[in-house]
């Protein structure tokens, strides 16, 4: 069974600060998408990506997929208060349904 | 217009009884599923409909029993209610959840806004 794991577990910052989130797999990723989810929502798609080595940007957002396709980062730029929430990383699970990573736990203060 | 939309947000019960959580999308999606979502914050598979058809059932106690009565309708019943069942039920949606033949799939899953169920 595929694991991902993710880093930090909870991260809280000042606005203006940059980040890095991180999420590994135990197994090459079919495709790796992450999500946000705001508190009482639930999680909306940011990005997908396939290919390894892909860097997707999504305004201040940097999405890098490793050459392996078995890790992956997301770079926040000046961070800011509507960055706050939980990040996920997911695989879909024999083509099928999601697996999730355990997420981070953002929190940006001004 | 909600794309994927579930009732109740909050549900709070006793042991023992028995509820459902009612989930509607009109993306018009041929695949819904349902996660759980514990304390942790943790997202966990428990059923995949795919045009009505059961397509995943994760191990899931059988007092969980999903029903889809059309493309667009997925609720969720659960009997027996235990303390270990309260977590945030989340709906979801996709288009095409077992890809094209031979490539990677990279749909979109659509989530509700949950379901907050709390056993007493």
């Known amino acids: 069974t595929q694991l991902l794991e993710q880093s930090p577990q909870f991260l809280s910052i000042q606005e203006g600060e940059n980040l890095t989130v991180y999420c590994n797999s135990s197994?090459?990723?079919?495709?790796l998408q992450w999500y946000r989810q705001e508190p009482g929502e639930g999680p909306v798609l940011l990005v997908t990506v396939v290919t390894g080595g892909e860097v997707k940007k999504l305004k201040r957002l940097t999405f890098q997929f490793g050459d392996a396709r078995k890790d992956s980062s997301l770079h926040i730029t000046a961070a800011q208060p509507g960055d706050t929430g939980l990040y996920l990383c997911?695989?879909?699970?024999?083509?099928?349904?999601?697996?999730f990573g355990k997420g981070t736990t953002l929190s940006v203060s001004s | 217009d909600t794309a994927v939309s579930q009732t109740p947000k909050y549900l709070v019960t006793q042991m023992g009884n028995d509820k459902s959580i009612k989930c509607e999308q009109n993306l018009g999606h041929d695949t819904m599923y349902w996660y759980k979502q514990d304390s942790k914050k943790f997202l966990k598979i428990m059923f995949s409909?795919?045009?009505?058809?059961?397509?995943i059932n994760e191990t899931v106690p059988n007092r969980f029993s999903p029903k889809s009565p059309d493309k667009a309708h997925l609720n969720l019943h659960i009997n027996s209610l235990e303390l270990g069942d309260s977590a945030v039920y989340f709906c979801?949606?996709?288009?095409?959840?077992?890809?094209?033949?031979?490539?990677?799939?990279?749909?979109?899953?659509?989530f509700g806004p949950g379901t907050r169920l709390t056993v007493l």
């Open positions: 409909y795919n045009n009505k058809e059961l397509i």
């Open positions: 979801a949606s996709s288009q095409d959840p077992l890809g094209t033949s031979g490539s990677q799939n990279t749909d979109t899953q659509y």
């Open positions: 997911a695989d879909y699970q024999a083509g099928t349904a999601l697996i």
């Open positions: 197994s090459v990723f079919s495709s």
